[in-house]
């Protein structure tokens, strides 16, 4: 279902507001309307809570009204990943494990969203506690990908990609431990990006804390920028907040900055990629490169962290599904269960082993990033795949998210990284590139990818089928 409303920028909602063409509650409505007959063949909800948007919006009205308006995300439609407390709203998690009480609490995003007049339409899903690269869970089952409702849209922000790319909302808020973010991002044919570790607060604590991270995600660049400047910013419930003061993600959208080196990596050193996305995201980096920076190609990079990543990850979720995973094995994920008891068998000394190479990792890649102001890569090896499967086809000897080769090392590092569209392929299926900047530096990656969003205005126009 089309609209004259759907795929608008919050710059363009913006100036509707401002001109008294559309008011908040009329394009809540129009949301509303295309959610009745998209929802159904999609499946991003986990959660919603209509009636508390529709008052939102009516506020949001009477502050525009005034001339009271809250900022740039005053009246515009969102939702919030459930793996994020929204006070109000039960935290599930994509678990039958989970309880369907209230949370008391708003995170730090949800409750900079609400204090900036966003309206909330509810939680969006994820595969269950985020330990899947793909759209499904237990709880909320499949989450499917507009461009193609037979494939995946990823995970495990499956909800937020989904209905980002289907025009049902500008941005969304996503989280991401291991790519959950950029994953979808990619799939889904958007612009996904995680600031530096602790520039956007997590509370409560995350069950993967030194690995989480929340992100937006948008059509565009200016969206993403616009919402990681509303969520972002230290809050003191987060022992791992970054204390210093937040830039101006928005500039940076509108000024294309002097960056010396570029590395392009087409596989980081170890991953396997489809010909398709290889061929795509290489014309990609071609571009960036005839748009006037230097680029050098670096076959090698790092050996692959994974071991590193899922002694982290997993053993953190696993604690805090001990009981069940002993008590009530059948309520979880069967593949989910598969990558969680091994985890928790860990001994103390391997974990710690894991936890001293995770910093020497760590610090070559900071040496690494000396040399060069952004890492490209592809932000997955293959396009979207069937619904149902937990990896791609071709691709069974990894694990349910080591074939999401390029993403999850830049978790253990805490660097900025986003996923940014390039291109599709003949099937007309999205493919990404991974951009990763130094520590801190979210900047030159929005900058650069707003330089080449606006050389790429072909991808902005593209529509999913399902929409039409």
């Given at each position: 279902m089309t609209s004259d409303l759907a795929f608008l920028t919050i710059r363009e909602i913006r100036a509707a507001f401002s001109s008294g063409e559309l008011s908040p509650v009329d394009l809540l409505d129009d949301v509303l309307a295309r959610l009745e007959v998209l929802e159904p063949r999609l499946n991003t909800f986990a959660y919603t809570d209509f009636d508390g948007a529709r008052a939102a919006a009516r506020a949001a009205e009477d502050r525009l009204r005034k001339r009271q308006a809250l900022g740039p995300l005053d009246g515009i439609p969102t939702s919030i990943k459930d793996l994020i407390a929204v006070r109000g709203m039960p935290q599930r998690f994509g678990s039958r494990a989970s309880s369907e009480d209230a949370m008391t609490v708003d995170a730090p995003a949800s409750q900079r969203l609400r204090a900036a007049g966003a309206v909330i339409l509810g939680k969006s899903t994820t595969s269950e506690f985020g330990c899947k690269a793909v759209g499904d869970s237990p709880l909320t089952g499949i989450t499917r990908n507009p461009w193609n409702t037979d494939t995946t849209p990823g995970g495990s922000s499956a909800g937020a990609a989904s209905m980002v790319a289907a025009g049902l909302v500008p941005f969304a808020i996503g989280t991401d431990g291991g790519g959950s973010v950029r994953i979808p991002a990619s799939l889904c044919g958007l612009f996904g990006i995680k600031a530096h570790f602790g520039r956007v607060g997590v509370y409560p604590t995350s069950a993967t804390p030194t690995l989480a991270h929340v992100g937006p995600l948008a059509r565009n660049v200016e969206d993403a920028a616009i919402a990681l400047s509303v969520i972002g910013g230290r809050d003191r419930r987060d022992p791992f907040a970054v204390t210093a003061a937040q830039p101006d993600y928005v500039s940076a959208t509108r000024h294309h900055r002097q960056l010396r080196r570029i590395a392009w990596s087409p596989t980081l050193g170890y991953a396997r990629v489809d010909p398709e996305v290889m061929a795509l995201t290489?014309?990609?980096?071609?571009?960036?490169?005839?748009?006037?920076?230097?680029?050098?190609?670096?076959?090698?990079?790092?050996?692959?962290?994974?071991?590193?990543?899922?002694?982290?990850?997993?053993?953190?979720?696993?604690?805090?599904?001990?009981?069940?995973?002993?008590?009530?094995?059948?309520?979880?994920?069967?593949?989910?269960?598969?990558?969680?008891?091994?985890?928790?068998?860990?001994?103390?000394?391997?974990?710690?082993?894991?936890?001293?190479?995770?910093?020497?990792?760590?610090?070559?890649?900071?040496?690494?990033?000396?040399?060069?102001?952004?890492?490209?890569?592809?932000?997955?090896?293959?396009?979207?795949?069937?619904?149902?499967?937990?990896?791609?086809?071709?691709?069974?000897?990894?694990?349910?998210?080591?074939?999401?080769?390029?993403?999850?090392?830049f978790n253990l590092t805490g660097q900025p990284a986003a996923s940014i569209p390039a291109g599709f392929t003949s099937a007309g299926l999205p493919v990404g590139l991974q951009a990763v900047s130094a520590a801190h530096d979210e900047m030159s990656i929005l900058s650069l990818a707003a330089h080449l969003e606006a050389d790429r205005p072909d991808l902005l126009s593209r529509r999913p089928p399902t929409v039409s």
């Open positions: 290489r014309a990609t980096v071609e571009r960036i490169a005839a748009l006037g920076y230097e680029i050098e190609e670096v076959d090698h990079v790092m050996e692959d962290p994974i071991d590193l990543w899922v002694a982290e990850f997993y053993a953190g979720v696993g604690t805090r599904l001990r009981a069940t995973i002993e008590e009530h094995p059948e309520a979880i994920d069967p593949a989910v269960l598969e990558v969680l008891r091994p985890a928790l068998m860990q001994e103390m000394r391997e974990y710690y082993q894991s936890v001293f190479a995770r910093y020497d990792f760590r610090e070559r890649m900071r040496a690494f990033f000396e040399e060069f102001d952004l890492l490209l890569s592809p932000t997955l090896p293959v396009p979207a795949f069937a619904t149902g499967l937990d990896r791609p086809p071709g691709y069974e000897d990894k694990s349910i998210v080591s074939w999401a080769s390029f993403t999850y090392p």
